[in-house]
């Protein structure tokens, strides 16, 4: 976790008639506090190095911005994005794809509320839209538990194979390659600041559906791939997970996406209430540093590319991606 001050910048007026200054003031992300680190956590990862989480923010506290890595150290999750000004938000986003990608981060990503300004304003800052979701919220013991005919089994280390498939087999091929997911991203541990557990739901030899949380200070963030053909089955590889990780008061935050239907109705049916849905909003920052080097750097580093291999050992990534603009 780091503090960033970014530069002043000049002042301008957000009173045009085309950007609503109130749907652009305040958290434009807003989502519920379950997905949010603590800032005073915040401040003590920074000091022992953490680096799963930032706040990034501007000088005078106009704007700042708080991201996890997630699923992997190469994929920022907005979680907050707090402004006075829609401007100060744009430069804050443009800075922090800039930072992001010099790190070597491929995509930031969010889930913004649908409110057709929002929507417009994040287009505009370069995210694009690729998926609905729809957020159901209740408690551990709106859950029952599952028959005992049904085969649930904990998530181990070799099942992120069987996950991706599963996830390739039932996700809609633009989807993946906007969230650009590899068997990686399924590897269950500690992450982010989040305990993360996995459960599969076999059938005949084959993975029918999965189910992922991730629990923090009493929530449960839970996540759900499943075949169509079991949909009657995914309330009860949700109960399974929840009863091995959740008491019973616990609150329960499910993210389902949109082509789910049936899915949603059974959890509805449950007890589950549906919070809100949103739309998750991609940018993705390789193009954009491929063109950031100042005429400086960029001289500098084409000397060293020159030059032999072990007098730039420390530059060589910031030197491939210039290579890699040359050749295209």
């Not at 109130?22 to 953490?50: T, Y």
Request: proline residues 5%; contains cysteine.
């Amino acid at each position: 976790m780091f503090w960033w001050r970014a530069n002043n910048a000049p002042m301008i007026a957000d009173d045009s008639p085309d950007q609503p200054a109130a749907a652009l003031r305040g958290d434009l992300v807003a989502l519920p506090a379950a997905f949010h680190l603590s800032p005073i956590r915040g401040l003590l990862g920074s000091a022992f190095g953490a680096a799963t989480g930032r706040f990034v923010h501007e000088r005078g506290q106009r704007a700042y911005a708080q991201v996890i890595a997630e699923p992997g150290r190469d994929h920022w999750f907005i979680a907050r994005l707090v402004v006075s000004r829609a401007e100060e938000g744009q430069r804050l986003l443009d800075r922090l794809a800039r930072e992001a990608g010099l790190r070597g981060v491929i995509r930031l990503h969010t889930l913004i509320p649908e409110h057709p300004d929002l929507i417009a304003w994040w287009q505009r800052v370069g995210f694009t839209p690729f998926r609905r979701i729809h957020l159901l919220a209740g408690q551990r013991e709106q859950l029952a538990l599952p028959s005992q005919s049904l085969t649930i089994r904990h998530q181990q280390a070799l099942d992120a194979w069987e996950v991706q498939r599963l996830y390739e087999r039932v996700t809609p091929r633009p989807v993946q390659f906007a969230e650009a997911r590899t068997r990686a991203a399924w590897h269950v541990g500690q992450r982010a600041g989040w305990r993360i557990r996995g459960y599969l739901l076999t059938a005949d030899g084959e993975t029918r559906a999965y189910c992922r949380v991730r629990s923090r200070a009493g929530w449960h963030i839970v996540e759900l791939v499943a075949e169509d053909q079991a949909a009657s089955e995914a309330l009860a590889i949700v109960g399974a997970a929840l009863a091995c990780c959740a008491r019973p008061r616990d609150q329960v935050l499910l993210l389902l996406p949109d082509e789910a239907g049936a899915t949603r109705a059974r959890f509805e049916q449950a007890g589950l209430t549906l919070l809100e849905t949103r739309l998750w909003v991609a940018r993705y920052t390789i193009r954009r540093i491929r063109a950031g080097f100042p005429i400086a750097e960029h001289a500098r580093l084409a000397g060293l590319a020159e030059a032999p291999r072990v007098l730039y050992h420390h530059e060589r990534p910031k030197v491939a991606v210039l290579e890699r603009a040359t050749r295209s």
